[in-house]
């Protein structure tokens, strides 16, 4: 079941503010790490996607222990799911999250799926389908993973995927019981 009991929700009432703004788009960005100290570095991660020029964070979920999926043996990780409200188009906005994960020691060699310090995704870019060499949204294995879809639940459970056009909350009930454990951390 989604629980949004202890989502933190950073500038309630600032949505009439950000409407006379450019901050137009809205994204959801997944943050994970497995190396050092886990939840600081996501909680580092999302300070820093906080700070950008062009970027306001408005609701976070809470940060979960999470079993790794493609690549089994390593560190179980750390992840969470938050979402800015921001006038950055997805292109500049990923360029920006690489630059924060390479700016906390992320190392671009090393296997597919393997130990990172720090993982920024692009989910969802507003309601965008977009399938480049460099860039997907929605990130293309989202829909398979309670890793990030439990953290999404709690934010935005009615935030209806564009290319399966189903809620998260559905993907997420729909994922086999028992694969992939994912436990609240805070
Ligand atoms: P994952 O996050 O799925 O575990 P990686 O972090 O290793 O995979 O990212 C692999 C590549 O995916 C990166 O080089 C990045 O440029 C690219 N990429 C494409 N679309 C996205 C997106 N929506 N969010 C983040 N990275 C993306
Ligand atoms: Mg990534």
Redesign the pocket.
């Known amino acids: 079941m989604c629980s949004t009991n202890a989502v933190q929700v950073i500038s309630r009432g600032c949505i009439p503010q950000v409407m006379n703004t450019p901050y137009t788009h809205t994204a959801y ?2 943050v ?1 790490s497995n190396v050092g100290n886990r939840a600081d570095n996501c909680q580092k991660g999302i300070r820093a996607v906080a700070a950008l020029d062009g970027c306001l964070l408005e609701i976070r979920s809470p940060l979960y222990e999470t079993e790794p999926v ?1 690549l089994k043996d390593q560190n179980w990780f750390i992840n969470g799911v938050f979402m800015v409200r921001t006038c950055l188009d ?1 292109k500049a906005l ?1 360029i920006r ?2 630059a924060i ?1 390479q700016a906390m020691g992320r190392r ?1 060699e090393g296997p ?3 130990p ?1 310090v720090l ?5 969802f ?1 507003d309601e965008l389908v ?1 399938r ?1 060499t ?8 989202l829909h398979q993973r309670r890793f990030v879809l439990k953290p999404l639940c709690d934010i935005a459970p009615e935030f209806v995927h564009p290319v399966f056009v189903k809620p998260v909350r559905s993907l997420l009930s729909g994922l086999k019981d028992g694969e992939n454990k994912v436990t609240l951390v805070q």
């Not at 993982?119 to 989910?123: A, F, P, Q, V, Y």
């Not at 460099?134 to 294995?141: G, K, L």
């Open positions: 960005i997944g994970g493609d997805p990923l999250l690489q994960e671009l597919r799926f393997g990172r993982d920024l995704d692009i989910l870019f977009l480049t460099r860039i997907r949204i929605p990130h293309p294995r």
